[in-house]
């Protein structure tokens, strides 16, 4: 009887464990690498930000405080303060409340033609200012397509071009993007969970936006009005498009230095300059803080959503 024998095979070579690639991080490069992009991007900030600003202030101070108050208090320049300040004034609330209805109605409703309100919210975005002036003229002037509306005999019956109400209407078209789009995502990332709650206890409308919606997008809100804010003031294309340049009574400060520069007067026009080089710090200043806190509460939103 024949017996079978087992023959015992080597077991086969096991394979040395791969080691896991561990992705390179920025920080792992070398330090002239790293000491490069710095220089590149401090010699960029300096060359292009800090030098223009030194030499805005440098100009407006050369001749003396003397000089400098007097750019500041010509009758001219004055005007131009003045309507910077009351179009803003007009310009920013408008586009708040605007704004604040806006990213209510898309964060929160579904209805028809939605996406399409979106998209027209960005078009001032897209448009070049000198093409809204110009759209403008071309609606309001005498040979416009609302002329008879608008002029009768040869004369404007509810003053717009050349006029102040013509800036305000400018400005408004070119700034209303600002609050909408940042109070937009916001509230769509916080949800409308609290908001129900609220109506289903029996708050009123009014009572569920005071006391919660509000709070929830000050951050944000105050935000997008710093922006809005900050193109009102700066704004020169669609402005220049509808004023007519008429001093004391159209030209904004932008404008008004650009007539000074044109005409030598070269310490007026530094002098203005400076005054919208501190409104701009100022603004960036604030547009920081209100940019943190507004990134900080969408974060908080988005890690209490389930």
């Given at each position: 009887m024949a017996t079978s024998a087992t023959t015992l095979e080597p077991a086969p070579p096991q394979e040395a464990p791969r080691r896991r690639r561990i992705p390179r991080k920025a920080t792992t490069e070398p330090l002239w690498v790293r000491l490069l992009l710095i220089t590149i991007a401090v010699g960029f900030i300096a060359g292009f930000l800090l030098m223009p600003l030194f030499i805005i202030f440098k100009e407006s101070l050369l001749k003396g405080i003397r000089v400098y108050y007097d750019a500041l208090e010509n009758p001219h320049a004055v005007s131009a303060i003045k309507l910077t300040l009351l179009t803003a004034a007009i310009v920013v609330p408008l586009n708040t409340l605007f704004g604040v209805a806006?990213?209510?109605?898309?964060?929160?409703?579904?209805?028809?033609g939605k996406?399409?309100?979106?998209?027209?919210?960005?078009?001032?975005?897209w448009v070049s200012p000198i093409v809204a002036g110009l759209m403008f003229v071309i609606l309001f002037g005498r040979q416009g397509l609302l002329n008879s509306l608008f002029w009768s005999g040869g004369k404007q019956v509810f003053p717009i071009l050349f006029e102040p109400a013509g800036i305000v209407i400018a400005t408004l078209f070119v700034t209303f993007p600002f609050v909408a789009r940042i109070l937009i995502p916001l509230m769509q990332a916080q949800g409308s969970a609290e908001e129900e709650a609220a109506l289903t206890l029996?708050?009123?409308?009014?009572?569920?936006?005071?006391?919660?919606?509000?709070?929830?997008?000050?951050?944000?809100?105050?935000?997008?009005?710093?922006?809005?804010n900050a193109r009102a003031i700066g704004e020169f294309g669609a402005v220049s498009a509808v004023s007519g340049h008429i001093q004391g009574l159209t030209n904004t400060i932008p404008l008004h230095i650009e007539l000074m520069y044109n005409s030598s007067q070269m310490e007026a026009a530094f002098a203005l300059a400076s005054i919208l080089s501190m409104l701009a710090l100022l603004t960036l200043v604030l547009k920081s803080f209100f940019g943190w806190q507004a990134e900080r509460q969408a974060k908080e939103a988005l890690e209490s959503t389930p």
């Open positions: 806006a990213a209510w109605a898309i964060s929160r409703f579904s209805f028809p996406r399409a309100l979106v998209t027209l919210i960005d078009l001032p975005l029996g708050a009123r409308g009014w009572q569920t936006f005071v006391y919660i919606t509000l709070p929830k997008i000050k951050w944000g809100l105050f935000y997008g009005i710093i922006l809005c």
